[in-house]
């Protein structure tokens, strides 16, 4: 079974510096999906970025960016120049690119920034 | 923002009691999904639909049913609830892959 280890439940870090989110996932699979989703005191889900693994360059959202390590399995998401709205939690999940189209979801850390 | 509307957003209701969650979208799109979330657990599949009348059970799917009689509606039904399904369910929609997520349904069972 597929399953997405996020290891820090939570973080912080001050307005305007860097922050990394780390995020593990087993699978067998070779062609699938990843995601960071964003949930912030509102409770809505919001899709930050996403990354095919068939590609090799990791995809970039203005201040958001990953580090795709698929050899590792390893799926870290980078904030830049940290703004108060960024406060939420934050979810890694997976997904085939065939199949059944399951979303596998971590556990989700949650990112407070400090003014 | 996709259209998908959930109601009601939020309900109290008492141990043994049916309730009836309802997901709708203006997205046509083919999948459909339930979800709760828990705190310590993220969120945890209950069950999906791959078409009207196509449905399927996820990781969590004790204690529930789903029916999607249309394109646009997906139910879920807590036949008789208890206070361990209390939690905040999500309605999901999906075309290809990327899921998008509704507001919520913030359900207590006393």
């Known amino acids: 079974a597929q399953t997405v280890t996020q290891s820090q439940p939570e973080m912080s870090v001050q307005e305007a510096e860097t922050v990394t989110l780390s995020c593990t996932y087993d699978t067998s699979e070779n062609n699938y999906y990843l995601f960071w989703y964003k949930q912030p005191p509102s409770r809505q889900m919001i899709l930050v970025i996403r990354?095919?693994?068939?590609?090799?360059q990791n995809a970039t959202e203005n201040r958001f960016s990953v580090n795709f390590q698929k050899a590792a399995k390893s799926f870290s998401l980078k904030i830049s120049d940290s703004q108060l709205g960024d406060t939420a939690m934050y979810f890694c999940?997976?997904?085939?690119?065939?199949?059944?189209?399951?979303?596998?979801f971590g556990k989700g850390t949650k990112l407070t920034v400090n003014p | 923002d996709a259209g998908i509307t959930q109601s009601p957003r939020h309900k109290v209701t008492e141990t043994g009691t049916p309730v009836t969650l309802r997901c709708h979208q203006t997205e046509n799109h083919r999948y459909m999904y339930w979800y709760r979330q828990d705190p310590g657990h993220g969120l945890r599949l209950i069950h999906y639909?791959?078409?009207?009348?196509?449905?399927d059970k996820g990781e969590v799917s004790d204690g529930y049913s789903v029916s999607r009689s249309k394109t646009e509606d997906f139910l879920l039904t807590l036949e008789s609830a208890t206070s361990s399904q209390t939690s905040v369910y999500f309605c999901?929609?999906?075309?290809?892959?990327?899921?998008?997520f509704g507001p919520g349904t913030r359900l207590t069972v006393l």
């Open positions: 999901a929609i999906s075309d290809y892959n990327e899921q998008f």
């Open positions: 639909s791959y078409g009207v009348k196509d449905t």
């Open positions: 999940a997976f997904i085939h690119s065939s199949g059944s189209e399951k979303l596998v």
């Open positions: 990354q095919e693994a068939y590609k090799q």
